[in-house]
């Protein structure tokens, strides 16, 4: 299967800081990338898609301006949690969009604690 | 979001039992579905899948059946076993545009009691 990596795993931050989170695509050229949000215990959540060399989509109540994604080249997409708040606190997932009827691979996750 | 924010049900087997997991899914027209099983801090792991020509596919201990006059989904594991205690999800591709976006089901907790 595809191989994605994601970085870090895990990050604890305080309140009103900023957050990177990276995510590479080993061995697939990804021209666009899908990033979910899961709270615990409950199920993945799209919360945008990002564009190689255009902007992010953003699902419908998700803040463009607090979650940057940045899509630098075919390899590597990332999320910044902007100003952030303990009710961001989750689980961050990245996929490679290989296209309709393929399945999909994700990265292993970061786990996001605002404090 | 279209996925469904509630928490997870759970199933409880014991080990040897085969197991049997349900998924309910939104689009009549989603043409490709998959199961993904998630451990605990970890990304979703795929499973299996099965597009919308077939109703009925097998893997390794694994099998997925699909119902399409009721949008039903379930994925079969024979011979559970504890290391097969996860979340698991199944998600839908909608035909809408040309991409892998996925819809994910609520997802169902596995215990494995040994």
């Known amino acids: 299967g595809a191989v994605v990596s994601q970085h870090p795993s895990w990050v604890i931050c305080k309140s009103g800081t900023s957050v990177k989170i990276e995510c590479r695509s080993l061995?697939?050229?990804?021209?666009?990338m899908f990033w979910y949000r899961q709270f615990p215990k409950q199920s993945l959540m799209l919360m945008a898609t990002s564009n190689e060399g255009s902007k992010a989509t953003y699902e419908q109540g998700v803040e463009k301006d607090k979650f940057l994604i940045n899509h630098a080249s075919l390899t590597l997409s990332t999320l910044t949690v902007t100003s952030a708040h303990p009710e961001d606190s989750s689980f961050y997932i990245c996929?490679?969009?290989?296209?309709?009827?393929?399945?999909?691979?994700f990265g292993q996750g970061t786990r996001l604690t605002v404090v | 979001g279209e996925s469904v924010g509630l928490h997870l049900p759970t199933l409880s087997v014991q080990e040897g039992d085969n197991s049997i997991i349900n998924c309910a899914y939104s689009?009549?027209?989603?043409?490709?579905f998959i199961w993904y099983k998630q451990e605990s801090g970890k990304g979703p792991q795929f499973i299996i899948d099965i597009r919308s020509n077939m109703d009925k596919r097998q893997g390794q201990r694994v099998t997925v059946l699909l119902n399409k006059t009721v949008k039903h989904l379930s994925l079969q594991i024979a011979a559970t076993q504890p290391g097969d205690s996860a979340v698991y999800f199944c998600?839908?591709?909608?035909?809408?545009?040309?991409?892998?976006?996925?819809?994910f089901g609520q997802g169902t907790t596995l215990q494995v009691k040994p």
């Open positions: 996929s490679p969009d290989r296209g309709r009827g393929t399945e999909a691979f």
């Open positions: 061995d697939f050229q990804a021209t666009t």
């Open positions: 689009n009549s027209a989603s043409d490709y």
């Open positions: 998600a839908e591709n909608r035909p809408s545009g040309n991409t892998g976006k996925l819809i």
